[in-house]
């Protein structure tokens, strides 16, 4: 039930979902809460999971490192293994990078 409660209570990203439900995805379009790729070992082993509903659906999607320590932190070259391995293109890829700029954007408007 965290996902579904993060979606509710309006999350901008919903971190590592897991095994989220195609209902829960539903959710996350219709609210524009973006979904996590992430790097973070255990949680990323969702990832190729969460992209077989992106294929069907296009919700939207950024990739993170969920770091917890500055080793965490990812390179562009890692970002880009970390969405390749998940099964995303290049031109998917393209998308997320701009995915996550507009995420800043509008946290940046409400400062």
């Known amino acids: 039930g965290t996902n579904k409660e993060a979606i509710i209570a309006g999350a901008d990203i919903l971190a590592h ?7 829960e995805i539903k959710m996350t379009i219709d609210n524009n809460v973006y979904l996590e790729i992430t790097a973070r070992k255990g949680h990323s ?14 919700f939207p999607v950024i990739c993170s490192s969920d770091a917890h320590s500055a080793d965490d ?25 701009k995915n996550a700029r507009g995420l800043l954007r509008r946290c940046l408007r409400r400062i």
């Open 45 to 58: 082993l969702f990832n190729g999971y969460l992209y077989k509903y992106f294929q069907k659906y296009n």
């Open 17 to 23: 979902p897991g095994h989220i439900t195609l209902e």
């Open 73 to 97: 932190l990812l390179t562009e070259e890692m970002y880009r293994k970390v969405l390749i391995g998940a099964g995303f293109d290049k031109s998917e890829c393209n998308i997320i990078e």
